[in-house]
Structures are given as C-alpha cells and as structure tokens.
C-alpha cells in the first residue's frame, strides 16, 4: 500500500511539473520607424513549431499574441518601404508574458508585385467603312464557333442555315488577317473555325477590287467579313466529313480537308453520289484542290483545280395502242440511254503584287509600247 501511495505521489508530481513547464505565454511590443513614429496595419507573423499566427498593428503601433506554448518563437515583420525584421526569441517554462518593446524598422526599397490592370474592352468602334468588334467583349466558350460569335454582335444576323446579314445587307464575303481566305465564302468557314483564335471581327463596306487598287469608291458596297485572330493563332487543320443514303438506291458521301497556316492555304475536296432518277442510275464525282502561298515578301499567287464529271444510265419503256377501223394495234417501244460527262476547270495562276509595283509595272509597259504614228 505504501509503494502504491508512492507512486501515486511521484506522478503526480511530474504531472504538476509538466503543467507548469506548459504555462501559456503572451507576447507584445510596438512597431515604429527610425524617427519613433509608430507604424499602424503592419503586419506581424509568429511562427513556432508548425504552427504561425499572423496580426496587424493598430493605430497606436501596438500587436500582441496571447496564449503561446512553445519554448521558442520566431518573429516577422513586413511593412511596404522598410526591411522585412526577423528576430527569434526563447521562452523560458515560467515566462507569462514577454514585453518586446519597440521594433525599429530600417528604410528600405518599395517593393510592389506585379500588378495587371484589365481595363473593360470597347465592344463596338465604328470607322470609315468598318464597323469593329472586340470579341473579348462578348462570351464566348472553349467549343464555341465563329458561328456562336457572329450570333452575339449587334447588327448582324445569322439565320439556320449559317446565312449571315450585317446591316440588313448580305454578307458572302471572308478574308482572315485582311487576306482572302480559301474560297472567300462566309458560310464555308464560320462554322468550323473556333471563336477562341478571333481577337476582333470587322464588317467592311467593300466596293470591289477596283475601288481598292483606285481608292475611287462607285456605286453601292456589299458587306464583308474580316477575322482578326490573336497573336500567334493564324494556323489549323479543319475539314469535314459527311455520308448520305435514302431511298430509290440513293447513297453518297462528301469530305474536304483545309491546312492553314497564316498565309499558306491549301485545301481539297472530294465526292461521290449515285441515286436512282426513276429511270436508271445517275452518277456523280467531283474532286478538287486549292493552294495559295506568298512568292517572297512583296508578292502571292493562287492556283485550283476542279473535276465535275456524271454518268446516267436510264432505259424508258413506252406502251401504244393505236386504234383504227380494222381494230387495235398494241406497241411497245424501248430505249436504253447512256451519256458520260467529264468537266476539267484549272484556274489561272493569279500572281498578286503590292500597289506600288503594279504603278510600276504599268509605267514600263508604257514605256517599252512602241508608237504608231499614222501619215494622211
């Protein structure tokens, strides 16, 4: 019983040390600068162990922590325009409270981060001929097209069948970067090109080629479409792929394929479709390829070629009766038809070249022109 009592003692008292070894501790001080002037809404970080507490001075400059167990703490304080002050500091198993004082903080560089200021874009700019949007000021979503885009512009409208108005007026017309793009049709392209590489959209009052190289502007505009794409976002790989099938033997299938990339354009397509026209099979195939590149800095050119080519094969079957005073005559007449058609289109090489080569070219061509002069 006396061992048992003795132990019960020993514990205890360790118990107690232990308890009083663990006293909570309460730390404070001051934060001023080199003139004495205190510092309010500086910040303040006590770290010890894994644990950290952070706190603000108020306006007298004073902060305190309160209940801190811990044998040694390490102390930050950060304020713009003065040196980060790191101090550490041990807590001895009786100390309640710590009075630090006044910290003096030394001057120091202003250091600031990085700050980005996003200043909401204009939508709409209107200029001469061109009416200009901003396509960061609509929304637009990572699987959205060209398409989508257009539907959200103000003035211009987009109907089921991807046919698209600005104005009132009929835009048909497509150039990307201010070049044209591929076929130059609208409805061929809003719907595969992604709305995220458009960085604005312009609708231009275009009066034609002519207008453009004379800068004499006659008769009424159609509308245009220019794509501006984000730096770096002129390039891509689209195309399409579409199988068809129904009734009277008819089935089919159309593919294309574009590579862009910025102005090196290449595209080809091709199909086939054979259907039933009542009176036999009519075939169709069609194929073609389209490429336009830059020659060199000041100049561009473009070649294409298509193939249209259709096979019918029909029979007709006729049945007469023919009547007359000896009686009827029955009759039938048969007829088989076959006819091939092949059409080949090569496009001219269009070679283009800046306007003030053109002048140039012209003024040679005068010079160079011998002179007929005619004697009466």
């Not at 308890?19 to 309460?26: E, G, I, L, S």
């Not at 080809?268 to 054979?274: A, D, E, H, T, V």
């Not at 050119?301 to 259709?310: E, I, P």
């Amino acid at each position: 019983m006396k061992t048992f009592l003795l132990s019960l003692s020993m514990t205890l008292l360790i118990y107690g040390m232990q308890a009083r070894a663990q006293t909570n501790c309460n730390i404070h001080g001051i934060i001023a600068d080199s003139l004495k002037k205190v510092l309010s809404n500086t910040t303040i970080k006590l770290y010890f162990g894994k644990d950290s507490l952070n706190t603000t001075t108020n306006d007298k400059g004073y902060f305190s922590f309160s209940n801190i167990k811990a044998k040694e703490v390490t102390l930050k304080v950060s304020s713009i325009g003065f040196k980060t002050y790191l101090a550490k500091y041990s807590i001895k198993s009786d100390m309640q409270e710590i009075d630090l004082g006044t910290i003096v903080l030394k001057a120091g560089e202003i250091s600031l981060a990085d700050v980005t200021i996003k200043a909401k874009p204009v939508a709409i700019r209107y200029k001469q001929d061109t009416v200009e949007y901003d396509a960061n000021a609509f929304h637009v979503q990572d699987e959205d097209r060209v398409t989508d885009l257009l539907k959200q512009l103000p003035g211009v409208e987009v109907d089921e069948n991807e046919n698209v108005t600005a104005m009132g007026k009929s835009m048909t017309k497509l150039r990307v970067n201010g070049k044209d793009f591929f076929t130059n049709n609208v409805k061929d392209f809003i719907s595969k090109l992604p709305a995220g590489i458009v960085a604005k959209i312009q609708v231009i009052d275009d009066f034609g080629d002519q207008a453009n190289f004379t800068g004499i502007k006659i008769g009424e505009s159609q509308k245009m479409l220019n794509i501006v794409t984000k730096p770096g976002m002129d390039n891509g790989q689209f195309g399409g792929l579409s199988i068809n099938g129904g009734t009277n033997k008819q089935i089919g299938g159309n593919g294309n394929v574009n590579l862009w990339n910025g102005e090196k354009q290449s595209s080809g397509g091709l199909g086939y479709n054979i259907a039933d026209n009542g009176a036999g099979l009519y075939q169709n195939r069609t194929f073609g390829i389209n490429h336009n590149n830059k020659i060199g800095k000041n100049a561009s050119f473009g070649l294409n070629y298509n193939y249209n080519g259709g096979i019918n094969n029909s029979k007709t079957l006729q049945a007469v009766e023919t009547v007359n005073t000896l009686g009827k005559l029955n009759s039938q007449l048969e007829n088989d038809n076959y006819s091939a058609n092949n059409g080949h289109g090569l496009g001219e090489v269009l070679i283009k070249l800046p306007r003030k080569y053109i002048y140039q070219v012209l003024l040679i061509s005068i010079i160079i022109t011998p002179t007929l002069v005619t004697v009466h």
